[in-house]
């Protein structure tokens, strides 16, 4: 998910540092009014995505553990979590939601809460994997 955000940036936003920005492509508090809007109204980000930062809250598949911790000068291996869900177990919540400041609304940013809970503020994102020759073709146009 964190990924499929931030996409190739190095700024908390994919969009950039500053918060005005952000409004080009995300909702927030500073021009959501107050409530949700249908995907597709704002640019997307660098891969294609809609709505990766705002909106609503993403549900994750990944629990709510603290990051782990890496030598210096080392990265962590990133390791799916389990597809078994825990309705005990917090999941993630990420990528804000319009309710929000656009300052909280970072890559890294996560919220989290039991799979039960449902709220107006988070929602789901249905994704599939694409073939092999789906990803060589999306790679090669972002080049």
């Given at each position: 998910?964190?990924?499929?955000?931030?996409?190739?940036?190095?700024?908390?936003?994919?969009?950039?540092?500053?918060?005005?920005?952000?409004?080009?492509?995300?909702?927030?508090?500073?021009?959501?009014?107050e409530?949700?809007?249908?995907?597709?109204r704002?640019?997307?980000?660098?891969?294609?995505?809609?709505?990766?930062?705002?909106?609503?809250?993403?549900?994750?598949?990944?629990?709510?553990?603290?990051?782990?911790?890496?030598?210096?000068?080392?990265a962590?291996?990133?390791?799916?979590?389990e597809?078994?869900?825990?309705?005990?177990?917090s999941?993630?919540?990420?990528?804000?939601?319009?309710?929000?400041?656009?300052?909280?609304?970072?890559?890294?940013?996560?919220?989290?809460?039991?799979?039960?809970?449902?709220?107006y503020?988070?929602?789901?994102?249905?994704?599939?994997?694409?073939?092999?020759?789906?990803?060589?073709?999306?790679?090669?146009?972002?080049?």
């Open positions: 998910m964190e990924y499929a955000t931030r996409t190739s940036a190095a700024t908390a936003q994919y969009i950039g540092e500053k918060g005005e920005l952000l409004g080009k492509s995300a909702w927030s508090q500073n021009n959501a009014q409530q949700t809007w249908p995907v597709g704002l640019r997307p980000n660098d891969l294609g995505f809609f709505n990766m930062q705002g909106n609503v809250y993403t549900w994750c598949q990944e629990r709510h553990r603290p990051y782990p911790t890496a030598s210096e000068g080392t962590v291996e990133d390791q799916e979590d597809l078994g869900v825990d309705p005990t177990d999941r993630l919540l990420r990528g804000g939601s319009f309710y929000f400041l656009p300052s909280l609304m970072c890559s890294a940013y996560r919220n989290h809460d039991l799979p039960t809970y449902r709220y503020l988070s929602g789901i994102r249905p994704a599939r994997t694409l073939g092999a020759a789906v990803v060589t073709l999306i790679a090669s146009a972002l080049r």
